[in-house]
Nanobody, 123 residues
Framework: QVQLVESGGRLVQAGGSLRLTCAAS????????MGWFRQAPGKEREFVAA???????DSGDSVKGRFTISRDNAKNAVYLQMNSLKPEDTAVYYC?????????????????WGQGTQVTVSS
């Protein structure tokens, strides 16, 4: 059983930066693929970024070059650094634990999810 708690979401102006934190508990997640997804009202859940145990990573086209995923296994935590934020980035951001060993962009490949943290970007 893995529990995930996201934090760091807030209101920020366009062009600004924000770092989200995902704290895991219940068991260590260093051997699992970790991902960030987001969902805005009226839209499907969207892949943001993911990293597996070996350091392989991927990010969605809409955030590539602006968002960076990282993890600190000693702290059992995952982070999402968001730069050059745009109003279209406004969404609830979710941290997730993968059920597979490779990096995936599919929500179906992630077994555990946090409650989400709201990010709002004003223009």
């Amino acid at each position: 059983q893995v529990q995930l708690v996201e934090s760091g979401g807030r209101l920020v102006q366009a062009g600004g930066s924000l770092r989200l934190t995902c704290a895991a508990s219940g068991r260590t997640v260093n051997m699992y693929t970790m991902g960030w997804f987001r969902q805005a009202p009226g839209k499907e859940r969207e892949f943001v970024a993911a990293m597996n145990w070996s350091g392989a990573l991927d990010s969605g086209d809409s955030v590539k070059g602006r968002f960076t995923i990282s993890r600190d296994n000693a702290k059992n935590a995952v982070y999402l650094q968001m730069n050059s934020l745009k109003p279209e980035d406004t969404a609830v951001y979710y941290c997730a634990v993968g059920s597979i060993g490779y990096v995936s962009q599919r929500s179906h490949d992630y077994a555990y999810w946090g409650q989400g943290t709201q990010v709002t970007v004003s223009s």
